[in-house]
C-alpha cells in the first residue's frame, strides 16, 4: 500500500476553505452517488458516541466546519454522522450512508476496521475512509497519527510537573494502538525524570466512565499526582474523580492530561467560589483537520483511495494542546526542545514496548 505524508498546518487548511465554494463539481468522479454540483461526507461514530469530549467529537468538529466552509447543509446531500451504539451498528450505519449516497463516509476509530473492509468490497463504487487504522482497499482511504510522538510530548510535561514522582497511564483496550500512546508516554517521562515511576493500567473499554474512575480513585489514593488517559469516553471518569477529590482538598496538587483534543473544559471544578482546573494539558491528535483536509482532497476529486495518510509532529498533526495554563514556561521551554529533536530525527520515539526497552536502556 502506498503512504504519503500530507501536510496539516491549519492555517493552510482553512485558507484552502475560502477557495472551494465553487468545487462542487467531482471532474468525473462518481463515490457513492452520482450528483454533478454537490459534494456530501458523513460519518459513523464508534461505540464511545459523537459527544465523547475526545476522539469522534473532534471528527465531528471537523465535518461540521467543512460543511459550514462549504455551505452544506447537516442532513442527506449534505453533512451528517450517525452514532452506534454498539458494535453490531457499525455495518448497519455504514450501509445506511451509501444507501443515501454521501461521497465519501468515515468510519471513526480503530474498532470499525472489519465493518469498513467488510462495506468497502459490498460497495466497490463507495469512497470510504477510516481513521486510525488501515484498510487495504482501492476505495478506502486510511488516516493514522504518530500519537507516540505527542505522547512522548506530554510524558515530558508529566516528569517535570510530578511532585511525587509517581505518575499514572490510564488506557482504553491493551492494543497495539493504544501502546503508541502507553510507549511514547513512557519515554517522555523517564528521559526528564528517570527517577519518576509510572502505573499503567487499562480499563478494557473506551465508553465505560464508572472504570476510569475506579482506576483512578485507585492511583491517586496510592500518591499518583498526574494521571494521562488514552482511553476515549472511559477517561471522562479519570476527571471525575480528580474533581471529586480537588473539591475535597482544593490545596492538593492532582492533575489530569487529557487525550485528542484540548479537555481543558473538563477539568474545570469550583470549590467556595474559587475556580480551579485539573487538566495539566492534553495530547491532541487534529483528527478534525485530518478529517477536513481528506474532504477536501476527495470533493476536489483528488480521493486517495488505496493509501495510508499519516500524520505527526512534523505536519502538526500531534501534539500538546493550546490551553497551557497549568504549565510553567521552563516546562514549556523543554517541551519545545524534544519536539525539535524529534521533527528533526535527533531521537526516535518508540511506539511499542519492546523499542520503549530498547529506549530506556538508552538512557
Known sequence: ??????????????????????????????????????????????????????????????????????????????????????????????????????????????????????????????????????????????????EHEGSFLVGVVAGLTTKTNKIGFVGGMEIPLIEKFESGFLAGVKAVNPEATVDVQYAGAFDQADKGKAIASS????????????????????????????????????????????????????????????????????VDVAVYDLATKAMNGEFPGGEVIEYGLDQDGVGIAPTQDNISEEVLTEVESWKQKIINGEIQVPKTREEYKEFEASL
Open 219 to 286: 492511583m491517586y489514593a496510592n500518591g499518583i499526582d498526574v494521571i494521562y488517559h488514552a482511553a476515549g469516553a472511559t477517561g471522562n471518569g479519570v476527571f471525575s474523580e480528580a474533581k471529586d477529590l480537588k473539591t475535597k482538598d482544593p490545596n492538593r496538587e492532582i492533575w489530569v492530561i487529557g487525550v485528542d483534543k484540548d479537555q481543558a473544559p473538563e477539568g474545570v471544578v469550583t470549590v467556595n467560589d474559587t475556580t480551579y482546573n485539573v487538566t495539566l494539558t492534553s495530547m491532541v491528535k487534529r
Open 1 to 146: 500500500m502506498k503512504k504519503r505524508k500530507f501536510g496539516l498546518a491549519l492555517s493552510l487548511v482553512l485558507a484552502a476553505g475560502t477557495l472551494l465554494g465553487a468545487c462542487g463539481t467531482k471532474d468525473g468522479e462518481s463515490g457513492a452517488g452520482n450528483k454533478e454540483d454537490t459534494f456530501s461526507v458523513a460519518m459513523v461514530t464508534d461505540v464511545g458516541g459523537v459527544d465523547d469530549k475526545s476522539f469522534n467529537q473532534s471528527a465531528w468538529e471537523g465535518l461540521q466546519k467543512f460543511g459550514a466552509d462549504n455551505g452544506l447543509e447537516k442532513g442527506k446531500g449534505g453533512y451528517d454522522y450517525l452514532q452506534s451504539a454498539s458494535d453490531a451498528d457499525y455495518k448497519t450505519n455504514l450501509n445506511k450512508l451509501v444507501r443515501d449516497n454521501f461521497d465519501l463516509i468515515y468510519g471513526i476509530g480503530f474498532l470499525m476496521t472489519d465493518a469498513i473492509s467488510e462495506i468497502a468490497d459490498q460497495k466497490p463504487e463507495a469512497h470510504f475512509a477510516i481513521v486510525d487504522s488501515v484498510v487495504e482497499k482501492p476505495n478506502v482511504a486510511s488516516i493514522t497519527f504518530k
